[in-house]
């Protein structure tokens, strides 16, 4: 930042023989600007044109993401407003919109084959998607230049020159600029989407007059693709649209200087209609008006990210001074550094021009001043949207209770997925939790053992409620099979399915060491009520699957019903009383001591509440000793071509060991160093990046 400080003022208050001393002093200092400095690229090593077919190709090619809401009710028609505006900003421009609502698709399609639909980000359980997924999704853009924007701000053709402007920079840049509101906006795009309409009335004249910054930090970002990254560090999962995110990354960009940063909100026209009750043909024919729900605590949740991953430069920050910022000045661009009041030519690569534009400051300056002061508010809009947000600081909770929960999650045969984990499962239970939303499933809710497991588990967005009565201190690594740790903890899970059932809620019980290949809730739940399906322990390959204790209590499935109600009454009744852990329970009780109730080969029946436990053929729902499957060369695909639904990680002793046969299978969909679900189009990426570190690593 030093190198844009130009100090010329005091100069010329002295004598003229002191300019000259300062001239030399300037030309110095010049010419290392210039190599610090971003400049124009030579016009002539990067031509312009490039003659293809009829058309001429004149600029870089842009990718516009957006996350928008449902296109429902005057949200949605504020954002049809502005992917038409950037549509029309160019025909290189294509639009990525991240969404996972199926409304979404047919309506790209009537936007034209530039807008398509990316589903393959991490969203919140509420829908919300996450900011880090969405910029890495962004980063692989192979565009020239990338934009993520809100999904509400209208762009106009100014912003196009302005990134071919910035393209030519001879730096790697990141663009930020913040967006104001307009109220009574009449205007219309005609047809042809190229035109704002209404009564010859002047778009930008309008702009300029109704205007305002407002303090909701509505904002872009546009980089080019480049060498250099936006910046060092690991983006926290903040919820998009939440607040913070965005300073964050400025934040991070500025003091890793890897990019040019510059703030060109006075430089291009962007805005977004503050209300649009007055919009002439305001719904899209369809839509109804949304209700929009309060989620104020996803603040909270940003905030508490904001203030973990970035305390210092956040408190009492007003670093928006310290942005350069572009203008437009009479068809010129100019640089303003605020902090050192200094104005120059954007990316004049002509020291001596520079050197000119800054002596001779008669015309120049005033021209410019005027452009300086249009720019003031500007900080004030940075500035609050911090303050605001920072008097946030209300601890992490979900708003939600295990019964609050259940009708938002359950699906429409109100069954339930239910995972308990505690804290030195959380990478497993994250890995089972992008397993299942690669799967569409959604209709899973996570019963937190620990206060670390809870707040994790609220960070990545998943349904998580607080077990009060879960036993107080599990063990981080010796939590496994046989131990007293694993007794207490196995007893939590009946107890909750029995609450859930009893809540009317049917119950899919899987532990997280449980992979699913497929989903498995058709079949489990086909067969009816007082039928408790399990998976079978046996390890045999042939003989009955039902043989005493041969029953895990891992991975069931429990209908909401009067008989299968009293009987996991029993079982957790047994349990609570017995010093084993709640599996042998689950046997004892319902197929009787010894298998006292077996019924043929893969069945029991329990006399007094009539319930029958079926267990799952192993073939289909292997555990861990079957077959030895886990020492396969290729889990994944001797699993798959088994046809297997699910493969338990069970029969291992020891987390370390667990979790790495787990990884090394490749039956893993996390990456705990990104805190994001791995995607398919990060999947290649992760693999070239290992490809690289092994052979950096000989
Ligand atoms: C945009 O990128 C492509 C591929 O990276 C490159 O061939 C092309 O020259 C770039 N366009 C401009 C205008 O620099
Ligand atoms: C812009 O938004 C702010 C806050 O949302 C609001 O107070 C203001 O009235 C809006 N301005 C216009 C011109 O609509
Ligand atoms: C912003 O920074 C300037 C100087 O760097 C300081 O004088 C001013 O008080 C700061 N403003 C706020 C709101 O912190
Ligand atoms: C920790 O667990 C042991 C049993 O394993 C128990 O005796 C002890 O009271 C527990 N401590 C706390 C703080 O919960
Ligand atoms: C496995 O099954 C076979 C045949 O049913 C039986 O002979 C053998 O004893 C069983 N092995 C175990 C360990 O149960
Ligand atoms: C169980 O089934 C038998 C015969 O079908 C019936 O007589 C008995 O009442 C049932 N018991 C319960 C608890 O439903």
Redesign the pocket.
């Known amino acids: 930042m030093k190198a844009y400080s130009l100090r010329y003022n005091k100069a010329f208050q002295v004598g003229l023989w002191l300019v000259w001393l300062s001239g030399f002093l300037l030309i110095a200092l010049s010419l290392y600007a210039v190599q610090r400095l971003p400049s124009l690229r030579d016009q002539i090593s990067?031509p312009?044109l490039?003659r293809k077919g009829l058309r001429d190709?004149?600029?870089?090619?842009i990718t516009i993401f957006s996350a928008p809401s449902p296109f429902i009710g005057t949200v949605g028609a504020r954002q049809v407003l502005a992917v038409r505006s950037w549509l029309a900003l160019s025909p290189d421009v294509k639009v990525v919109l991240f969404s996972r609502d199926p409304s979404l698709v047919s309506f790209a399609a009537t936007l034209g084959s530039r807008v398509s639909i990316e589903p393959n980000i991490d969203f919140t359980f509420l829908g919300t998607p996450f900011f880090h997924s969405m910029v890495a999704r962004s980063k692989l853009s192979?565009?020239?230049i990338s934009v993520l924007i809100d999904p509400e701000i209208i762009l106009l053709p100014d912003f196009i020159s302005t990134l071919n402007y910035a393209?030519k920079l001879d730096h790697d840049w990141l663009l930020v600029a913040a967006s104001p509101n307009v109220s009574r906006f009449m205007f219309q795009l005609e047809k042809s989407g190229r035109h704002w309409l209404k009564d010859g009335e002047k778009l930008q004249e309008f702009l300029a007059q109704n205007r305002e910054w407002s303090c909701d930090g509505r904002m872009l970002m546009a980089w080019n693709?480049g060498e250099q990254p936006l910046h060092a560090g690991v983006l926290p999962p903040f919820l998009y649209g939440k607040g913070i995110h965005y300073e964050w990354v400025i934040k991070e960009a500025l003091s890793s200087d890897f990019r040019f940063i510059f703030d060109a909100s006075e430089a291009i026209s962007s805005f977004y209609p503050a209300d649009l009750d007055n919009w002439p043909n305001k719904i899209p024919s369809g839509f109804s008006v949304a209700d929009i729900q309060d989620k104020s605590w996803e603040y909270s949740i940003n905030s508490y990210l904001g203030k973990r991953y970035g305390s210092l430069y956040f408190h009492g920050a007003n670093f928006s001074k310290n942005l350069v910022k572009v203008v437009k000045c009479d068809g010129h661009y100019l640089y303003i550094d605020a902090i050192e009041n200094v104005v120059y030519p954007f990316g004049n690569r002509n020291s001596l021009s520079l050197l000119k534009a800054r002596i001779s400051r008669s015309r120049g300056e005033k021209k410019c001043i005027k452009c300086v002061e249009c720019s003031r508010p500007l900080d004030r809009i940075m500035d609050c949207s911090f303050k605001e947000l920072f008097k946030l600081s209300t601890p992490l909770f979900l708003p939600f209770s295990l019964e609050s929960l259940l009708p938002v999650i359950a699906d429409k045969d109100k069954t339930i997925v239910l995972a308990v984990a505690g804290n030195s499962y959380r990478d497993m239970l994250m890995s089972w939790v992008c397993r299942l939303r690669q799967l569409l499933i959604t209709n899973f809710v996570v019963c937190a053992l620990d206060q670390e497991t809870y707040q994790f588990s609220i960070l990545q967005g998943l349904p998580v409620f607080n077990d009060p009565l879960a036993p107080g201190n599990i063990s981080f690594n010796d939590c496994h099979f046989g131990t007293n740790c694993f007794q207490r903890v196995t007893k939590v899970k009946s107890r909750l399915v029995l609450e859930i059932l009893k809540l009317g809620y049917s119950v899919l019980l899987s532990d997280v060491d449980v992979y699913w290949f497929k989903n498995p809730l058709p079949f489990v739940r086909s067969f009816g009520p007082a039928v408790l399906v399990a998976q079978s322990d046996e390890y045999n390959e042939t003989g009955p699957i039902n043989l005493p204790r041969r029953l895990n209590s891992g991975f069931y499935f429990a209908h909401s019903d009067s008989m299968t109600i009293a009987a996991i009454q029993k079982v957790v009744k047994h349990a609570s009383t017995s010093d084993l852990s709640e599996q042998p329970s689950f046997y004892d009780v319902l197929c009787g001591e010894g298998g006292f109730n077996r019924v043929g080969d893969d069945r029991c029946l329990e006399p007094e509440t009539n319930l029958t436990v079926h267990f799952l053929d192993r073939n289909f729902f292997p555990n861990g000793a079957y077959q030895g499957l886990w020492e396969k060369k290729n889990v994944k695909a001797s699993c798959m071509k088994k046809g297997c639904v699910i493969l338990h990680n069970n029969w291992i002793s020891g987390r370390t060991k667990k979790l790495g046969r787990q990884v090394l299978s490749g039956l893993w969909e996390y990456d705990s160093s990104t805190r994001m679900c791995l995607h398919s189009w990060d999947r290649s990426q992760t693999k070239s990046r290992r490809r690289k570190k092994r052979r950096g690593s000989f």
């Not at 190709?57 to 090619?61: D, L, M, Y």
């Open positions: 990067k312009k490039h190709v004149t600029g870089p090619s192979t565009s020239n393209y693709i």
